[in-house]
Structure formats: C-alpha cells, structure tokens
C-alpha cells in the first residue's frame, strides 16, 4: 500500500522497514473504520486516536516506495468494525495539498444506486469556500457530475449505456462555474481549523458506491492522474501491487491492534449516541442522533440514519413497523442486486422520496459490527435495503430475531415480513438498529427525519417524541414479543403481546 503524496513525500511502506509496513497497515485500518461509520467517530478521544495513527503514518512512510491509487477500501466484509452501511462501499486515496499539484479522476460512471466524490480537509472534514461571492462545496454528488464530450450520466438521463465516462479534477482553488463545468474540487479549505486532526497538509479524496449492482468487485475505480510541474503520472491501483503490499495490507493481527486502538476511545454503550446528563438513551424506540455525533470523521452529506436500541432475547423478536418512503426499487433489470435495485435513476428533478433506505442491526459493543448469523461463505447479514424488503401496501415489518427464533417462512409470507438476523456470535449482547434515508427530497418527504429541528444544546439527542411528532406514518414503531405472539397474530399480535 501506498498513497501519492506530493513534493516527493508519499504515504506507504518500503518493502524492508517494519515500522513503515505497521504505519501503512495502521492508517488504512483506522480510515477503513472511519469511513465505514463516520458518527461512530465524533468523540474527541478517537478523533486524536485516529490522528495520531495517520501523524505516525506519515512520518514513517516518508522514504516509501512509488504511490498507487485507492488503498484503502471499506465495506462490511473488509472492515466490519464501527457500524458499516452493508450495502455501500467507499474508496479512499490520501494527497497534499500542494497548491502546485492538480489531480484528476477519470473512469465510467458505475451501475448503482448512487455514488460520489468528497475532498476532507486535514481534520477530515468537508468544507465549503467562497470564491467570488459563490459558495463551493468539496462534495460532488451522481447527479451533479457533467459527464465526458459525447456520453452521458445516467443519474441525469435516467439511462445506461456503454462508455458513458466522466473525469472530476481537483484543483486548490475553485470557482462556482468551474464546479458546475469541469466537475472541479477545491482541495485547500480556506477556512480551514487551526488544529489538525490529522497529518497537516494531507487531505483525503473518497469515492463512494451505493449498492453497486454485482457487488462490490463489479465496481470499476477510476484512475487517478496527479499532474505536477508539468509531468503526469497515472498512478496504478494499490490492489494490483504485489510483494510488500499484499503481505501488509494482508497483516490481519496488526490491522485488528491499530482498529481496536483507535475504538479504545469509543462508549462501550454504544456509537453515536451523545446524550446530555438530563437525559437517557431509550431503548425500543427510535431517536435520532445528536449534532456533535453526526460531526464524525469522513461525514457523508447524503446519507441520514436514526437509532433504536434493543437487547435480543432468546425466544422473542423485535419488530420494526413503519410506512416505507418510495425509493427506486424496481429500476433496472435481471435479478434483484443485478441491476433490479441497483440502477441509477434520473436525480436532477427526483420523482422519489429517497434515493434508498435501508435497515440493518449492530453489535452494541465494539468494535460495534454488523449483525451476522453465520461466518465465511454462508454469512448472513443482520440488515435488508429497500429492494429486497416486502412491503404490504406501502408498510414494512422487518423482524430481527436470532436465527435459532427465527418465525417460520410461512408466517413471515402471510405478515409480508422480513427477517433480519441479530448476532450469532454475541446473541445476548445489546444491539442497535440503524435506519438510513439516502437524498431525502424535502418537497417530496418533508415527514423526512433528515428535517427535523435539532436540539439547541448539541450533545442532546432527537428524542422519540420529537421524531414521532415530525415523522407520522413513516416513524418505526418497535414491540417485541414471543416468537409464538408474532406468528399468531403478525405485527398487531406482537404490539398486543410486546413486553414493554
């Protein structure tokens, strides 16, 4: 592994120093992590972790051998540490902030649900500058990008075809009109924090993939090309690399010690949930999460979730209950996952409530994992997206249970249900739910919980009432209840009999 670092500086490992494999190893698991959940980051504590991790990093990485592209990739089954979206993948590459240099990305415009490119400052943050009287963002968005002379971008078109390509440039300094013309990226925050939390000078650009249709090995990246003092160089993708590289990125016992270092300093209650002293994290109900936890590494501006915690308990089922917003479920063709669900759509005037939705259930003890019934080849994960989840007149009844509990195939049929699994490994262990909205449109959802007033001290969470009050229909009810209760009388049946 090895990251284009400018000026002749790089972030990597040489194939005979032990302390820069270990600094190598280390960054790219303390990223893969932040980037897998960024809320689970928010707290002071592993923000300096996490920083002292890359600071080291790039110290010992100073004499590496040449840069390559993405070397750090983040999904449920290569990072299943700090809450992971299971249906999403994110890419990241490091870089200076060099005002000499220039780095463009080119590549063909992926089959998914959604994508996008971020630059994060030096504290991994997005920033927004103001070049000429006109904000511009370090975030660009699928239907945003103007895709190459001569093809099209299907999140603008609504339409698949072959060589429809794309080329984003990053640049220190943007105008609005750039943006917009030559899909440009600031890379210098103009107004950048006066302390870093990370290595001064080294900022992060993120390529992201929502449920990619294939799975995540279908996913072409694109190519990264820095461009400095007239010279180009195209830099070969990371997992192409061979010798050193796998052997260090393949270093499990090393990857595991510096994941675990940097969640030494998460709850053990659980992520993202900052509450103030007045109040309590409920449990069996949906909240939402506070401002100073939403302000978590690697943010994506996209992607909203809410809370619900619960404790599984051997013979019961939690239910989750709740109108669905409209998503695009049905674009695409072939199987579901390929392409069916996994399609872009026309986002430029949106004719859905969302982009995607999804739910999925968490360990509530780190390094807070997805849930999953089984290990290796079989492995089942505790969540479903929109797709794949059965909706009986616009209603979803998602079960979680463990899979010993779990209802018979002919009662989750006739309660249109669907079965999630809770952990097999920690099956009496507190878990969360995490509901994610992906592009809430406001005119179209305004019952959205991406609109809901926050608190005003920032630590406090959304409370149920709150998300009730704003959500209506759409606001998850949760009961559990006997397994018999549910398969007696479906989701009203658990209600009547639910234990709380």
């Not at 032990?18 to 002071?44: Q, S």
């Not at 010992?60 to 999904?75: D, I, K, N, Y």
């Not at 690399?241 to 270092?261: F, K, N």
Request: contains cysteine.
């Amino acid at each position: 592994m090895a990251c284009y670092l400018s000026g002749g500086i790089q972030m990597g490992f040489s194939r005979s120093q032990r302390a820069t494999k270990w600094a190598a190893a280390a960054t790219t698991a303390a990223l893969a992590m932040a980037l897998a959940y960024p809320a689970a980051m928010a707290a002071g504590a592993v923000r300096a972790g996490l920083g002292d991790i890359l600071t080291a990093a790039t110290g010992a990485a100073a004499a590496a051998s040449p840069g390559c592209s993405w070397p750090v990739e983040s999904t449920a089954t290569t990072a299943n540490v700090a809450a992971p979206d299971p249906f999403a993948a994110y890419w990241l590459t490091p870089f200076s902030t060099s005002s000499s240099e220039s780095i463009s990305i080119s590549g063909s415009f992926p089959t998914s649900r959604f994508m996008s490119f971020a630059v994060y400052n030096d504290s991994f943050q997005l920033f927004t500058n103001t070049v000429n009287g006109k904000k511009v963002s370090s975030y660009l968005s699928s239907y945003q990008i103007v895709p190459n002379q001569g093809t099209g971008n299907p999140w603008r078109s609504g339409h698949v075809r072959k060589g429809q390509q794309f080329t984003v440039r990053l640049k220190p300094t943007v105008t609005a009109a750039q943006q917009r013309s030559e899909n440009a990226i600031p890379t210098i925050d103009q107004q950048a924090p006066a302390g870093t939390s990370g290595p001064s000078g080294v900022a992060y650009l993120v390529f992201r993939a929502y449920v990619p249709a294939g799975g995540v090995a279908a996913v072409q990246l694109p190519s990264i090309t820095v461009k400095e003092a007239g010279r180009s160089t195209t830099l070969q993708h990371c997992s192409t690399q061979s010798g050193a590289v796998s052997e260090a990125i393949s270093d499990q016992h090393t990857t595991s010690a510096s994941m675990l270092a940097v969640l030494s300093g998460l709850r053990d209650d659980g992520v993202a949930m900052s509450c103030s002293t007045r109040c309590t994290d409920p449990e069996l109900q949906y909240f939402g999460p506070s401002a100073d936890s939403e302000a978590g590494l690697f943010p994506d501006p996209a992607d909203g979730y809410v809370e619900m915690r619960f404790t599984p308990k051997p013979g019961y089922v939690v239910v989750t209950h709740g109108m669905a917003p409209t998503s695009p479920v049905t674009a695409g063709h072939g199987s579901p996952g390929d392409t069916i669900g996994a399609h872009p759509v026309a986002w430029v005037k949106p004719k859905f409530q969302v982009l995607s939705w999804s739910i999925a259930n968490y360990v509530g003890t780190k390094p807070y994992p997805v849930a999953e019934a089984a290990k290796g080849a079989n492995v089942q994960v505790g969540g479903t997206p929109d797709y794949l989840t059965t909706l009986q007149n616009g209603y979803y009844t998602v079960v979680s249970s463990p899979a010993t509990d779990k209802p018979s195939a002919k009662s989750l049929k006739t309660n249109a249900a669907t079965w999630i699994p809770t952990s097999a490994v920690y099956s009496t262990t507190p878990e969360f739910q995490l509901l994610r909205n992906v592009l809430p449109q406001r005119s179209r959802y305004p019952e959205g919980f991406a609109f809901v007033k926050r608190p005003t001290n920032p630590s406090d969470i959304v409370t149920p009432a709150k998300l009730r009050q704003r959500m209506g229909a759409y606001y998850p009810q949760i009961a559990q209840c006997s397994v018999g209760a549910f398969e007696a009388g479906g989701w009203a049946g658990c209600v009547a009999n639910s234990r709380i």
